[in-house]
């Protein structure tokens, strides 16, 4: 994360090699790294015989749990589009995830980047659809607010958290300031399963123009919505340019929230 938080993963800006295992996997079929994020993961879109399928990977000793995220999309599956997991395993050098392609492309695709009204009403609506969809009652995952406080708390303890690879919002506030205000929680509204990484990318467009699922659900756990939407407006200002905000909120058809809003980007940039 940089000064203007550029997105957290992207199409490589260099020749990648895929890992060992991946190799394997992939063999003599045509295929494309689509994404690599900060940590060294990578989404890989294979061309297999009959349609195209994706493998995750994460590199050994890094925060990206694909275990979890697979227990996560085999329960969110029976509720909503979400990619199926086909295969996992795990060696030396990381884990993987073999999953089903959706059909629909990624809202930050050059298509729906020409065209940013749209992407941002779709997702508006789709994270809508998503949280209205997913029953709180009977997740068994937790996102709260609390929870991830408690897991900023221990990274300062321990001097992780640096205040210099925040973003420029939060520049100012220095790790003692910033730990205040989170600690100052602002009342639930209501409770959703949220997806927990509410950024553009995650939303898929079908032609139309219309979201057709989402994915990347690492994080999906229960909270106030708020933690999402915080994010997914967020997201619109890196990827389609500020001002958007009102647009996306008026699609999921909420007023917008000021102070939850900083709240929860402020706890989503401490985050690890």
Same mark, same amino acid.
């Given at each position: 994360?940089?000064?203007?938080?550029?997105?957290?993963?992207?199409?490589?800006?260099?020749? =990648?090699?895929?890992?060992?295992?991946?190799?394997?996997?992939?063999?003599?079929?045509?295929?494309?790294?689509?994404?690599?994020?900060?940590?060294?993961?990578?989404? &890989?879109?294979?061309?297999?015989?009959?349609?195209?399928?994706?493998?995750?990977?994460?590199?050994?000793?890094?925060?990206?749990?694909?275990?979890?995220?697979?227990?996560?999309?085999?329960?969110?599956?029976?509720?909503?589009?979400?990619?199926?997991?086909?295969?996992?395993?795990?060696?030396?050098?990381?884990?993987?995830?073999?999953?089903?392609?959706?059909?629909?492309?990624?809202?930050?695709?050059?298509?729906?980047?020409?065209?940013?009204?749209?992407?941002?009403?779709?997702?508006?609506?789709?994270?809508?659809?998503?949280?209205? !969809?997913?029953?709180?009652?009977?997740?068994?995952?937790?996102?709260?607010?609390?929870?991830?406080?408690?897991? &900023?708390?221990?990274?300062?303890? =321990?001097?992780?958290?640096?205040?210099?690879?925040?973003?420029?919002?939060?520049?100012?506030?220095?790790?003692?300031?910033?730990?205040?205000?989170?600690?100052?929680?602002?009342?639930?509204?209501?409770?959703? &399963?949220?997806?927990?990484?509410?950024?553009?990318?995650?939303?898929?467009?079908?032609?139309?123009?219309?979201?057709?699922?989402?994915?990347?659900?690492?994080?999906?756990?229960?909270?106030?919505?708020?933690?999402?939407? !915080?994010?997914?407006?967020?997201?619109?200002?890196?990827?389609?340019?500020?001002?958007?905000?009102?647009?996306?909120?008026?699609?999921?058809?909420?007023?917008?929230?000021?102070?939850?809003?900083?709240?929860?980007?402020?706890?989503?940039?401490?985050?690890?």
């Amino acid at each position: 994360m940089t000064d203007g938080r550029p997105p957290l993963a992207g199409p490589p800006d260099a020749p =990648t090699a895929l890992p060992r295992a991946l190799r394997s996997l992939v063999g003599h079929r045509a295929h494309e790294i689509a994404w690599r994020n900060q940590l060294g993961g990578i989404a &890989v879109r294979v061309e297999g015989d009959d349609g195209p399928w994706w493998v995750k990977w994460a590199p050994a000793g890094t925060d990206l749990d694909l275990p979890a995220e697979a227990t996560r999309l085999a329960w969110a599956a029976a509720y909503t589009p979400v990619p199926r997991v086909l295969e996992e395993g795990t060696d030396d050098e990381g884990t993987w995830l073999v999953l089903t392609a959706l059909h629909g492309e990624s809202a930050v695709s050059t298509r729906w980047k020409a065209d940013p009204r749209t992407a941002v009403r779709a997702i508006g609506e789709g994270l809508r659809a998503f949280h209205r !969809a997913l029953p709180v009652a009977s997740c068994p995952f937790g996102w709260s607010a609390t929870d991830r406080l408690a897991v &900023v708390e221990q990274r300062a303890a =321990t001097g992780v958290l640096d205040a210099g690879r925040w973003h420029r919002d939060h520049h100012a506030l220095g790790v003692d300031e910033a730990l205040a205000r989170l600690r100052d929680q602002p009342e639930i509204t209501h409770l959703v &399963v949220c997806h927990g990484d509410a950024c553009a990318p995650n939303t898929l467009l079908g032609a139309d123009g219309r979201w057709v699922g989402h994915v990347d659900l690492g994080s999906l756990g229960v909270a106030d919505p708020w933690a999402d939407l !915080a994010i997914a407006t967020w997201s619109c200002d890196w990827n389609y340019g500020p001002g958007w905000d009102d647009e996306l909120l008026a699609a999921y058809g909420i007023a917008p929230d000021p102070d939850r809003t900083s709240y929860y980007r402020l706890l989503w940039d401490l985050g690890p």
